[in-house]
């Protein structure tokens, strides 16, 4: 499977494989593809178990497409009935159809027997059950030349779970990508740009510092404009934050959510005690171990 931008969704890749499910197990096959709706692409999913009058909505794919519970939307050329239940950007409808639009393309979705939901050697089990390699990587891809392969979200080894291995594996792409490196260079120089006009801030008032430091008062200076520090670093973080997201959101409105920006935002406000360390923090320190009679001078 990959991840397309356009549908916002996981879908297949290839076909279904042919399994005979061993007792005990329960699976569910999933056909998985792309579809138009209303002059948009979604991923589109066929169960057995929807009625074929029916178009099952996550709530995210609903508001992309601007539909309700109850309402009517036309996919491969039958008018189905809305039903919006949990979330995603997908749209589930009956096997047969989902088959007329994305063929056999797919997967299975296996569940263990009852008691070993947790059991750590799932995959290989299940695998060595149906002739299958497995894994919990999802960076490995199956090969074109075999059948399939088992992608055991419950077990594996490492503190990270499937989901989190896949977040991590999608968003190292993004980063790599052209916009990622622009995105980098960017905060690169936004950073440098901040430390820099802050050191020059700092030296621009010496005389005020030295006039404070002569009088006793060289801690609350160093408090005064750490405090100053900070509401300009957060106000500019703030401004940017909502402009870059705004910007992004006009130029490649597919990729933006909320959950993105606030993932973007977090990366981002991890640099801001750096920024205000070595911007503020510093040069006012070592400015106030000099003698006020050296920042009262004209150098």
Not at 24 to 48: F, N, P, Q, Y
Not at 50 to 67: C, D, F, M, V, W
Not at 127 to 153: C, F, Q, W
Not at 187 to 211: C, M, P, T, Y
Request: hydrophobic share 45%; glycine share 14%; no cysteine.
């Amino acid at each position: 499977m990959h991840y397309a931008s356009g549908a916002q969704d996981r879908v297949a890749d290839g076909a279904v494989p042919t399994i005979t499910v061993p007792a005990g197990w329960t699976a569910t096959r999933i056909l998985s593809g792309v579809a138009d709706v209303d002059g948009s692409k979604v991923s589109l999913r066929g169960s057995d178990e929807i009625s074929s009058g029916q178009a099952s909505l996550g709530s995210e794919a609903a508001g992309r497409l601007a539909l309700h519970q109850g309402d009517r939307v036309v996919i491969g050329g039958q008018s189905l009935i809305v039903n919006i239940a949990g979330g995603g950007q997908s749209i589930t409808v009956a096997t047969p159809l989902a088959r007329s639009i994305v063929g056999e393309n797919g997967w299975w979705t296996i569940f263990a027997p009852p008691g070993d939901e947790k059991n750590r050697d799932l995959g290989q089990i299940f695998g060595g059950a149906v002739g299958l390699e497995s894994t919990s990587d999802p960076s490995v891809k199956p090969d074109p030349a075999g059948r399939g392969l088992i992608y055991d979200t419950v077990g594996g080894s490492g503190p990270l779970t499937f989901e989190q291995k896949f977040s991590a594996l999608f968003s190292g792409k993004v980063t790599s990508s052209t916009l990622g490196l622009i995105s980098t260079i960017g905060l690169g120089l936004g950073f440098v740009i901040a430390v820099s006009s802050f050191l020059a801030a700092v030296q621009e008032r010496r005389r005020e510092f030295g006039i404070m430091s002569s009088i006793g008062l060289a801690d609350e200076v160093l408090y005064f404009f750490l405090v100053e520090s900070g509401i300009v670093f957060f106000t500019a973080y703030v401004v940017g934050g909502l402009g870059a997201g705004a910007a992004v959101a006009l130029v490649i409105p597919g990729i933006v959510t909320p959950t993105a920006w606030l993932q973007a935002s977090g990366m981002v406000a991890a640099f801001l005690p750096a920024m205000a360390i070595v911007g503020a923090l510093v040069p006012v320190h070592r400015l106030l171990q000099q003698r006020p009679v050296s920042l009262l001078g004209d150098s």
